[in-house]
């Protein structure tokens, strides 16, 4: 079973930056493509931006040149750097993974979400 556990969030002033992180845990797969979602209160989710697993990015209007998304692939975990932030970057934080599982045959590829780390932007 593949977990994504995000972490990283919490209060920060307008203005000021947050590194959050996504781990993926468990035991025969890989993991392709990652993405970053968030969901303020009252709104839809909303996505942000994806990375591919050779390193190539892509992000909203809205996320380019404040966000910028990394990974680490030997660590499985994916990265959400956000900076200049504002009340409005105010959400619960997702990230979700394709992950390919590798120890069945034919291999299954599945899209597996994280639990979401809350993040405040206030004063």
């Known amino acids: 079973q593949v977990q994504l556990v995000e972490s990283g969030g919490g209060l920060v002033q307008p203005g000021g930056s947050l590194r959050l992180s996504c781990a993926a845990s468990?035991?025969?797969?890989?993991?392709?493509?990652m993405r970053w979602y968030r969901q303020a209160p009252g709104n839809e989710r909303e996505f942000i931006g994806i990375?591919?697993?050779?390193?190539?990015?892509n992000y909203t209007d809205s996320a380019k040149g404040r966000f910028t998304i990394s990974r680490d692939n030997a660590k499985n975990t994916v990265y959400l750097q956000m900076n200049s932030l504002k009340p409005e970057d105010t959400a619960i934080y997702y990230c979700?993974?394709?992950?390919?599982?590798?120890?069945?045959?034919?291999?299954?590829?599945?899209?597996?979400w994280g639990q979401g780390t809350l993040v405040t932007v206030s004063s």
């Open positions: 979700n993974a394709q992950v390919v599982i590798t120890y069945v045959k034919p291999f299954r590829s599945l899209l597996v």
């Open positions: 468990g035991s025969g797969f890989r993991v392709n493509i």
């Open positions: 990375i591919t697993d050779d390193g190539s990015t």
